[in-house]
């Protein structure tokens, strides 16, 4: 009777060399998926804050054309109680307005410059349309380009005005004739002068949003 003996092979220890890799790719792909995460927030969030920032230039628009508007109407217009002469010869901070120009210093930016001497004077507008979804507040300050308050162009109060043309000159180097087209003969052209305006608007929204504007008139 043959004895049949069987040989087991023996089993090979499992060093766990796979489940490591296992490993390694998951927290590789778990990586990814948080950085493809936040730059997708990041993304978001940019592109919140331009529209917000969009939203507050918008809004500064209807500042300047609201400060334009009161000017129109304050021009030419007298004087009342302290404020003698014209109307615009006098400060009226309830009105946003200042006769005579403040400037930053040279160190000093807009934004510091308006915290520390043109908040205190500014004029604040109700939320209008544009900016009634996203609660921005328009401010705007309205100063006369002129050294002091009182008539504006006399000696004593030299203000920036536009050029005016006077007999064989032109303003600011164009060509100022008129009526005799390329090299022909023509009159100088000659306009009153206009005293300049500068209006400063000041916006500001949600997420500390802030958009500053500038614009000079002449009326």
Known sequence: ML??????RPLRHQNGVVLILAL????????????????VATSNAIAGNLAFQQAATHSAD?????????????????????????????????????????????????EVFWKTSLASKAR????????????NTISYVIQR??????DANTDLNPCATSPTASSGSCPG?????????RGGTGS?????KQTY?????????????????QAMVAL
């Open 62 to 110: 209807v500042g300047i054309e609201t400060a334009v508007a009161w000017l129109e109407d304050a021009a030419g217009t007298a004087g009342t109680g302290a404020c003698s002469g014209a109307k615009l010869g006098c400060d009226l901070p309830n009105n946003g307005y200042l006769a005579s120009r403040l400037d930053p210093a040279t160190s000093q930016t807009w």
């Open 124 to 135: 604040t507008l109700e939320t209008d349309s544009v900016s009634a979804s996203t609660g």
């Open 173 to 181: 180097g164009t060509t100022c004739t008129g009526g005799g087209g």
């Open 188 to 192: 100088n052209v000659n306009a009153a």
């Open 145 to 150: 380009m002129c050294a002091t308050t009182g």
């Open 24 to 39: 390694i790719a998951l927290v590789a792909l778990t990586l990814a998926a948080i950085a493809m995460t936040r730059s």
């Open 197 to 213: 305006y500068r209006i400063t608007v000041l916006v500001t929204g949600p997420r500390n949003t802030q958009s500053l504007v």
């Open 3 to 8: 004895n049949r003996h069987h040989h087991r």
